[in-house]
């Protein structure tokens, strides 16, 4: 059972443009959620966190939106510049995993910017 | 910033041949992890150590094995590679959980392919 989803494999935006990337999940004893950027022949590399008691977090062209309600949460990139093309994988830890500090990825959206 | 270091970057092996994947690092970090990850798919935890000599299995199995004898080496063995190894295999660490949650750092992979 998949705990962190993305359901959107790909997304294509025009530069300049919105990006909006999601991820739901089902677990509410997540008590963080993160984003990180993958290129490829690279590791992934940390975008941007948000914690479970905040509804939003931001810095620069990003932010992260949190509905705990609805246990989802959306990546906004503005604007969208060719150079963010990659994978963003959505990323969540469990409360009380601190001895591990075990992650749980989603399957990851393919973002492509055109010019 | 960030240092943690893998070798070999790509590797092409024959099915039977033993191998070891290597990966260091140089924060600290009491935690390391092995991932593997296939084009589209999520990362999944292979391998994890939370100190010296602890050593756990993660939520994907695998016929590797992996040592922590010292804070900055993780190796990952494969005795008798078969084609069905073939991936993507990611290192990360993280230490303490911080404002970001448990952030964790990645190398920058080895792609292993067994012929």
């Known amino acids: 059972d998949q705990q962190v989803k993305q359901n959107s494999p790909s997304l294509s935006v025009q530069e300049g443009r919105i990006s909006i990337l999601n991820c739901d999940y089902t677990n509410s004893m997540f008590d963080y959620f993160l984003w990180y950027k993958k290129y490829p022949a690279e590791g992934p590399t940390f975008l941007i966190s948000?914690?479970?008691?905040?509804d939003k977090n931001e810095d620069g062209r990003f932010t992260v939106f949190l509905n705990k309600s609805a246990k989802h949460l959306s990546l906004h990139i503005v604007p969208s510049q060719p150079g963010d093309s990659a994978v963003y994988f959505c990323?969540?830890?469990?409360?009380?995993?601190?001895?591990?500090?075990?992650?749980?990825f989603g399957q990851g959206t393919t973002l492509q910017v055109k010019p | 910033e960030a240092d943690i270091y893998q070798t070999p970057r790509y590797l092409v092996i024959g099915t039977g041949k033993k191998i070891t994947l290597e990966c260091s690092q140089t924060?600290?970090?009491?935690?390391m992890y092995w991932y593997q990850q296939d084009p589209g798919m999520e990362l999944h935890l292979i391998h994890y150590s939370y100190g010296v000599n602890s050593t756990e299995k993660g939520d994907l199995s695998s016929e590797s094995t992996v040592s922590r004898i010292r804070t900055e080496h993780f190796p990952l063995t494969l005795e008798s590679a078969r084609p069905s190894h073939t991936s993507q295999y990611l290192c990360?660490?993280?230490?303490?959980?911080?404002?970001?949650?448990?952030?964790?750092?990645f190398g920058p992979g080895t792609r292993l392919t067994v012929t």
């Open positions: 990323a969540a830890s469990v409360l009380g995993s601190s001895n591990t500090g075990k992650l749980i």
């Open positions: 948000i914690s479970s008691i905040k």
């Open positions: 924060m600290g970090h009491d935690k």
């Open positions: 990360a660490s993280s230490g303490r959980a911080g404002d970001r949650g448990y952030e964790q750092y």
